[in-house]
């Protein structure tokens, strides 16, 4: 049963316009959740990361929204470019459980058309 | 500075082979964490080290696999009697150490993979 779910496999977004990515969880004990973007033949690349304690996190570009009631994030992209174009994995961890390893959704894969 | 290493990039082995991979982790960094990815799919965690003994080990396959990290910075995964279903793309990842509290410590940082195929 998959705890990170990403629903969308693909987005397509004109470049300059904002790109909305979605996760949703199930284990309530998740209380770390972190963005990744991946290339082809690379390992992911970390992105941005909110605590449980927070429902916004802001960085240059990115911004990552967390609804704990509704055990959903996002991750927002604004303005969008061609060098965004990648897949962009959610997961999450419970630390406060003391479990460190890290939950993965599926991913979604985004692609800027220029 | 350098990132996290994994070597070898590509490894193709025989059903029933043992196999060997390595992940050099970001200097000082004492947490390392092994991840495997399969096709389609986001990584899935294997094992997880703090300095040289496996904190937690919950997500090995089964006793074929098996991982170490004797002196707190290089670490090996092991693969006995490898099977088709092993082919996989195993990603190393490291952090400092997690449990010094705060959030963003917990940031893992993955290296490139090691893509294993087994005949």
């Known amino acids: 049963d998959q705890q990170v779910k990403q629903n969308s496999p693909s987005l397509s977004v004109q470049e300059g316009r904002i790109s909305i990515l979605n996760c949703d969880y199930t284990n309530s004990m998740f209380d770390y959740f972190l963005w990744y973007k991946k290339y082809p033949a690379e390992g992911p690349t970390f992105l941005i990361s909110?605590?449980?304690?927070?429902d916004k996190n802001e960085d240059g570009r990115f911004t990552v929204f967390l609804n704990k009631s509704a055990k959903h994030l996002s991750l927002h992209i604004v303005p969008s470019q061609p060098g965004d174009s990648a897949v962009y994995f959610c997961a999450a961890s419970a630390q406060g459980a003391g479990s460190y390893q890290l939950t993965f959704g599926k991913g979604t894969k985004l692609s800027v058309i220029p | 500075g350098a990132g996290v290493s994994q070597t070898p990039s590509n490894k193709v082995t025989e059903k029933g082979k043992y196999v060997e991979l390595r992940c050099d982790p970001i200097s000082g960094h004492t947490a390392l964490y092994w991840y495997r990815q399969s096709l389609g799919q986001g990584p899935e965690f294997l094992i997880y080290?703090?300095?040289?003994?496996?904190?937690?080990d919950s997500g090995l396959p089964n006793d074929r696999f098996f991982a170490v990290r004797p002196e707190g910075s290089v670490s090996t995964l092991k693969i006995q009697r490898t099977e088709r279903g092993d082919s996989a793309v195993y990603l190393c990842a490291s952090s400092l150490n997690p449990t010094s509290g705060g959030a963003s410590i917990n940031e893992q940082f993955f290296g490139p993979g090691t893509r294993l195929t087994v005949l």
């Open positions: 909110i605590s449980s304690i927070k």
């Open positions: 080290f703090q300095g040289t003994g496996a904190a937690d």
